[in-house]
């Protein structure tokens, strides 16, 4: 069994990646604050999938990285309204049950992956024909 990574060397590899643009073309995040030095609070973009309502539209999401990530899962919370089962139509967080990739973390898994994850799930069947609240709408 390999050493675990800890916690900041985790979180300024993805910084690195995030800034260098060397992530999924369709979203992108980084520190929210550049002095932040516990590296705790990030900004997240998605752009809406084709072929479905989210297309042409963009995505600010708030992700907040605790003391224990990478071994527990960022809390993520979209700043435009947006229809979708996993997210809290009152204030925009998303429920971590809801959506697998947080339902079943691993530390594996990054920032990046629940990005490209909500992204597939804006896309999915069910989900990419959902009515949406106008666009450029926030929660408050």
């Known amino acids: ?45 998605i752009l809406g999938p ?15 990285c605790g003391d224990q990530y990478p071994d527990k899962p960022p809390t993520i919370q979209f700043i435009n309204e947006v229809n979708l089962p996993c997210v809290n139509p009152r204030n925009g967080v998303v429920d971590p049950a809801k959506l697998p990739c947080l339902a079943s973390w691993s ?10 994850e909500l992204r597939r799930y804006m896309a999915h069947p069910s989900n990419k024909k959902l009515p949406q ?5 926030t929660y408050s």
Do not use: Q
């Not at 993805?14 to 932040?36: F, H, N, Q, T, V």
């Not at 084709?50 to 907040?64: A, D, G, T």
């Open 1 to 45: 069994m390999g050493s675990k990574v800890p916690r900041n060397f985790r979180l300024l590899e993805e910084l690195e990646k995030g800034e260098k643009g060397l992530g999924a073309e369709a979203c992108s995040y980084g520190l929210a604050e550049g002095d932040d030095m516990l590296m705790s609070n990030w900004n997240g973009t």
């Open 133 to 137: 609240p106008p666009e450029g709408s």
């Open 50 to 64: 084709p072929h479905s309502v989210h297309e042409n539209r963009i995505y600010s999401l708030k992700m907040h």
């Open 107 to 116: 530390r594996d898994n990054t920032m990046e992956t629940v990005l490209i």
